[in-house]
Structure formats: C-alpha cells, structure tokens
C-alpha cells in the first residue's frame, strides 16, 4: 500500500520541483551591473574601503586598541616618540561616511606631558589634528587614483 501512496504524490512532486526550477530560472538575467573598482563608495567593510586604508597607514606609528571596519572607527594606544619620551600622544580616526569626501573623516587626539611620576593631560593643537586630516584624505586619494590606473 505504501508504494501506491508513494506513486500518487510523484505527479505532485514533480510539478513543484518543475516550479521551483522556472523560478531560480528568471534570475539568471544576463544585464549584470559593472562593478567600478575605483567609485567613491567602496563599501564591502562598512566604510570607504580607502579612507580605511589611508588611516590605518597614517597612525599606524602607534600600537592599535581597536581597529572596527565595519563602525569605521580607529583607536590607538599612548605612543611616546623615542626623542621626546616626555610626551605621549593617542589618536582616534573616525570614517563618519562611505564616500570619498573630506567631511567623511574626522580625528580626535589626546596628549599628555610627563610631570614627575605621572602623565598630565596637554592641550593638542587644532593643527595637528587638521594635518592628520590631511595626510589621510591625500592618501586615499592616492590609492583611489592607483585604482584607477589599475
């Protein structure tokens, strides 16, 4: 009896296995978009895969706390200059966008001075922070155009 159960639901089956094929058949289009290596919004890890790129060059003079893609966000940890160990400095980049644009990024930037035993907290000048700034979005432009060429 079972094998006659069985030889009932084949007609069944088949036609929905005929449907689901005719489906999955409609998606194979063959307009497919171009990917352009080189657009302003590369977005595979969260953020500007090139601003990324060039922050973690710049600061990369400094140990890393935490380095997040996907939140765009940078941390690293104190770093002293061998010739000026009396003064530590720690940076944090934020990718605030996905584009490519100078108000896509922005830095903060802690600095302490040694005083006797203990690190005191020192004003960073807005310079420094703006050249930091800078050397970022040069660099990303940098690898955008090396992009291009590519």
Do not use: H
Not at 25 to 35: F, I, K
Request: proline share 4%; with cysteine.
């Amino acid at each position: 009896m079972s094998a006659v159960k069985f030889s009932t639901f084949r007609p069944a089956r088949f036609a929905l296995v005929c449907a689901a094929l005719a489906t999955l058949a409609a998606c194979g289009g063959r307009d497919r978009p171009v990917a352009d290596l080189a657009a302003s919004q590369i977005t595979t890890i969260g953020v500007n895969s090139y601003l990324w790129r060039a922050a973690l060059e710049t600061v990369s003079f400094a140990p890393l706390v935490q380095a997040d893609s996907a939140g765009g966000v940078i941390i690293t940890d104190w770093y002293a200059n061998p010739s000026n160990p009396g003064e530590r400095v720690k940076v944090t980049v934020t990718i605030l966008d996905q584009d490519l644009r100078a108000d896509a990024i922005r830095v903060a930037a802690s600095r302490q001075v040694a005083q006797g035993n203990a690190w005191v907290d020192a004003p960073v000048q807005a310079a420094t922070v703006q050249k930091l700034e800078d050397i970022i979005l040069t660099k990303a432009r940098d690898l955008r155009r090396q992009a291009v060429a590519s």
